[in-house]
């Protein structure tokens, strides 16, 4: 059996994948995000992840002030190989209507959110959120499946010199913070049995 040769668009292009390449790509490839400067296809979504996305994204509108804005699978530029693509984006919307944009910048990101899955799982634990304290992101939200339904792990900047992300608490049932903005969510009701 003779294995298809890969698109051309796939090649990297001279001096490797940048983040400024990605909006460059052809139209209909697959979803991608860049890290460390290598395109990581992504996976389809089970449907403990649609469901936890679509529903959390609903909350976190209905809590979030004017100014701030939730986005489900966008990207944020966070240096020159580094393009991921959270699942969630919660930022400051300083783009006077402009419905172009292709990217989040991290200096308005509030929290970033990882659903993690099977596929995904080490880049969500791991290689992601050390991405996201470098770039300064100052909430970071991490979900998991558990066996009573989701539990969202979350984290926040430590404020020394070599940003590192500690642990604030961990939500299976429910998830009041007052930062940043207060939120009040039914962890439970995310993913409804």
Do not use: C
Request: charged share 30%.
């Amino acid at each position: 059996m003779t294995a298809e040769p890969l698109p051309a668009w796939f090649m990297p292009p001279p001096g490797g994948w940048t983040a400024e390449h990605m909006d460059n790509l052809p139209p209909g490839v697959p979803r991608m995000e860049l890290i460390d400067g290598a395109l990581v296809l992504l996976s389809p979504q089970t449907k403990f992840h649609s469901r936890v996305m679509v529903n959390l994204v609903h909350d976190l509108q209905a809590a979030a002030p004017e100014d701030v804005d939730v986005l489900a699978e966008m990207t944020m530029k966070l240096g020159r190989y580094q393009r991921p693509e959270p699942d969630l984006v919660v930022y400051r919307d300083r783009s006077d209507g402009n419905e172009t944009d292709t990217h989040v910048l991290p200096e308005d990101v509030l929290v970033v959110v990882e659903i993690v899955s099977q596929e995904s799982r080490e880049r969500d634990r791991t290689t992601k959120p050390l991405k996201y304290a470098q770039a300064g992101i100052p909430h970071f939200w991490r979900i998991e499946r558990e066996e009573n339904g989701p539990a969202i792990h979350v984290y926040e900047l430590d404020g020394t010199k070599d940003p590192r992300y500690v642990p604030v608490t961990i939500a299976r049932e429910r998830l009041k913070l007052d930062v940043p903005f207060p939120i009040d969510i039914d962890v439970k009701a995310l993913a409804p049995r």
